[in-house]
């Protein structure tokens, strides 16, 4: 299969550790050098997007991993205990969904992340544009910092939250790999593949988040490496059958988090607003832009919840015992994001996620 996709992008490091675990043999190339294709194809360019040599199309990577992980059964990744299994789920979604803003501030807030960024990514994107080098890395990091930076909430009252929580979760993986090789058991699950989507080519090898991960969560580097290695290194799949204790810091992250921001941009959607405001552990940020798609990521894990027994319900909310988890369980009032309503995907038209069509 061809991998559309960025050597330095988020989604596409983590599909191509999860392509590397599963020896399924891919060639990465860079979106913008068959984009009109691309497009037809799958309605917007958001890496990665995978052609498969059967002629279908792929995009987004959850979707895409659930139905490799159809396609090819062997060492699997998903924990067959449902509360297991769940969390597992909830874990990838925070890392996809609120550890981006992070990622971003971190690449292109700092000077030296911006400058060494911009130039790997004008050479690896920008081939189609004819204006001059310095030109084009000037576009790049003006456009990134903007759309994915100031837009989406770090400014100067909230900078200070935002790469608090790069470090609380380095110190809630920390605590979960004091005893085990992976966060799960004993090889990478979903939860593993998810966090390397701003773990490796954002924290883990940006130069700022880079050196505190180094000096503050090395562990977190170690187990990089070992997710990346992993189908060398890893035994057969053996999943815990309940969710460690020392799981219970970052999930309690997750809640006090990610699940608001994804209760207030339901809300929002909800009302046909373009912005929303929210207040995270005392921080208050303004005007962020409404997702239809983090709409789509809640209803997902609404419906997993649902689909758990009453057993596996209840052990569920134990452990997500914030008030804020409430949103995975509560009876009606949600918004439907009214996309991919057929379930076709990764096989269905992407949507525009956030609002512009340039790579992270």
């Given at each position: 299969?061809?991998?559309?996709?960025?050597?330095?992008?988020?989604?596409?490091?983590?599909?191509?550790?999860?392509?590397?675990?599963?020896?399924?043999?891919?060639?990465?190339?860079?979106?913008?050098?068959?984009?009109?294709?691309?497009?037809?194809?799958?309605?917007?360019?958001?890496?990665?997007?995978?052609?498969?040599?059967?002629?279908?199309?792929?995009?987004?990577?959850?979707?895409?991993?659930?139905?490799?992980?159809?396609?090819?059964?062997?060492?699997?990744?998903?924990?067959?205990?449902?509360?297991?299994?769940?969390?597992?789920?909830?874990?990838?979604?925070?890392?996809?969904?609120?550890?981006?803003?992070?990622?971003?501030?971190?690449?292109?807030?700092?000077?030296?992340?911006?400058?060494?960024?911009?130039?790997?990514?004008?050479?690896?994107?920008?081939?189609?544009?004819?204006?001059?080098?310095?030109?084009?890395?000037?576009?790049?990091?003006?456009?990134?910092?903007?759309?994915?930076?100031?837009?989406?909430?770090?400014?100067?009252?909230?900078?200070?939250?935002?790469?608090?929580?790069?470090?609380?979760?380095?110190?809630?993986?920390?605590?979960?790999?004091?005893?085990?090789?992976?966060?799960?058991?004993?090889?990478?699950?979903?939860?593993?593949?998810?966090?390397?989507?701003?773990?490796?080519?954002?924290?883990?090898?940006?130069?700022?988040?880079?050196?505190?991960?180094?000096?503050?969560?090395?562990?977190?580097?170690?187990?990089?490496?070992?997710?990346?290695?992993?189908?060398?290194?890893?035994?057969?799949?053996?999943?815990?059958?309940?969710?460690?204790?020392?799981?219970?810091?970052?999930?309690?992250?997750?809640?006090?988090?990610?699940?608001?921001?994804?209760?207030?941009?339901?809300?929002?959607?909800?009302?046909?607003?373009?912005?929303?405001?929210?207040?995270?552990?005392?921080?208050?940020?303004?005007?962020?832009?409404?997702?239809?798609?983090?709409?789509?990521?809640?209803?997902?894990?609404?419906?997993?919840?649902?689909?758990?027994?009453?057993?596996?319900?209840?052990?569920?909310?134990?452990?997500?015992?914030?008030?804020e988890a409430g949103i995975l369980w509560q009876a009606d009032g949600i918004a439907q994001s009214g996309y991919d309503e057929a379930g076709e995907a990764p096989f269905n038209m992407a949507?525009?996620?956030?609002?512009?069509?340039?790579?992270?």
């Open positions: 299969m061809i991998v559309w996709g960025v050597s330095v992008s988020y989604y596409t490091g983590k599909l191509e550790a999860y392509l590397r675990y599963k020896g399924i043999d891919y060639e990465l190339k860079p979106p913008y050098a068959d984009a009109a294709r691309i497009r037809e194809k799958v309605g917007a360019i958001q890496v990665p997007i995978v052609e498969r040599d059967d002629g279908r199309w792929m995009s987004d990577s959850t979707p895409m991993i659930l139905q490799l992980e159809r396609e090819h059964p062997e060492r699997p990744v998903l924990p067959p205990d449902p509360v297991v299994g769940f969390i597992a789920a909830l874990i990838e979604d925070y890392a996809d969904e609120w550890l981006w803003r992070a990622a971003m501030h971190y690449r292109w807030s700092y000077e030296h992340d911006r400058e060494l960024l911009s130039r790997i990514l004008v050479d690896e994107v920008t081939q189609h544009l004819r204006l001059p080098r310095p030109w084009k890395r000037r576009i790049i990091r003006r456009r990134q910092r903007i759309s994915f930076v100031v837009k989406d909430g770090v400014r100067a009252e909230t900078r200070a939250h935002v790469e608090a929580g790069y470090r609380a979760v380095l110190a809630g993986m920390t605590q979960m790999l004091a005893n085990r090789p992976y966060l799960l058991g004993n090889a990478p699950s979903l939860a593993d593949f998810g966090l390397m989507g701003p773990m490796l080519r954002h924290f883990g090898q940006d130069p700022t988040p880079a050196e505190i991960m180094r000096n503050e969560g090395p562990a977190v580097f170690d187990w990089l490496s070992r997710v990346w290695n992993a189908r060398q290194s890893a035994p057969e799949p053996v999943f815990l059958d309940q969710v460690p204790d020392a799981a219970q810091a970052l999930l309690k992250e997750i809640c006090e988090t990610h699940l608001v921001q994804l209760a207030k941009n339901a809300a929002a959607y909800a009302a046909d607003a373009l912005k929303f405001d929210m207040t995270v552990q005392g921080c208050a940020y303004r005007d962020l832009p409404v997702s239809r798609y983090r709409v789509y990521c809640l209803e997902q894990l609404r419906a997993a919840f649902a689909r758990l027994d009453a057993g596996s319900q209840n052990a569920v909310r134990t452990l997500l015992a914030s008030p949507i525009n996620v956030y609002g512009t069509g340039v790579p992270d």
